[in-house]
T-cell receptor
Framework: GAGVSQSPSNKVTEKGKDVELRCDPISGHTALYWYRQSLGQGLEFLIYFQGNSAPDKSGLPSDRFSAERTGGSVSTLTIQRTQQEDSAVYLC?????????????FGQGTRLTVV | AQSVTQLDSQVPVFEEAPVELRCNYSSSVSVYLFWYVQYPNQGLQLLLKYLSGSTLVKGINGFEAEFNKSQTSFHLRKPSVHISDTAEYFCAVSGYTGRRALTFGSGTRLQVQP
């Protein structure tokens, strides 16, 4: 596709339910990132997939959060037993290479609201 | 590990006035530096980046930034702002080694007033 695509754009869920957020990166991009943007705050790093290497999961806030990247392309971020503090915009980005000097292209994000 | 500090959460400025958005970073390794912009209801897009070489880098829409290694700063400037520059601006850093993902600051909201 032309850019990074995320779905759904908005998700409202009840506290305690599980949610899955999807990210389609730009074709051919080897690196994929997930960030969380809370109201009035910056972007919080969650997880980073870099080609065939083991992902950097150091930013995941709890074991309720997990992510997969299948076939080096589509990624799914799963939040189990959602809590109200999980409400935020979840952003996905991809870059051509895994190096830190390459531009990251961001999707429009998924706005998650836990009620 | 890296961290980024954007001291100003909001910067109000009148149209056609100059502006500077401040960014300081800390890192135990050499870094690459970026500024991203997020217009209302849009995704983030790259404004400019410093990888190596000249410490003054120019980006889109007339913005520029200067890398100062001794002060660990990467301030963003524009000599004359427009209403359309109203947006959230994020400074970010990534390391040559270790974590390659971007570490972002908390953002600065630039509000350009007529």
């Amino acid at each position: 596709g032309a850019g990074v695509s995320q779905s759904p754009s908005n998700k409202v869920t009840e506290k305690g339910k599980d949610v899955e957020l999807r990210c389609d990166p730009i074709s051919g991009h080897t690196a994929l990132y997930w960030y969380r943007q809370s109201l009035g705050q910056g972007l919080e790093f969650l997880i980073y997939f870099q080609g065939n290497s083991a992902p950097d999961k150091s930013g995941l806030p709890s074991d309720r959060f997990s992510a997969e990247r299948t076939g080096g392309s589509v990624s799914t971020l799963t939040i189990q037993r959602t809590q109200q503090e999980d409400s935020a915009v979840y952003l996905c980005a991809s870059s051509l290479f895994a190096g830190g000097n390459t531009e990251a292209f961001f999707g429009q994000g998924t706005r998650l609201t836990v009620v | 590990a890296q961290s980024v500090t954007q001291l100003d959460s909001q910067v109000p400025v009148f149209e056609e006035a100059p502006v500077e958005l401040r960014c300081n970073y800390s890192s135990s390794v050499s870094v690459y530096l970026f500024w991203y912009v997020q217009y209302p209801n849009q995704g983030l897009q790259l404004l400019l980046k410093y990888l190596s070489g000249s410490t003054l880098v120019k980006g889109i829409n007339g913005f520029e930034a200067e890398f100062n290694k001794s002060q660990t700063s990467f301030h963003l400037r524009k000599p004359s702002v427009h209403i359309s520059d109203t947006a959230e601006y994020f400074c970010a850093v990534s390391g040559y080694t270790g974590r390659r993902a971007l570490t972002f600051g908390s953002g600065t909201r630039l509000q350009v007033q007529p």
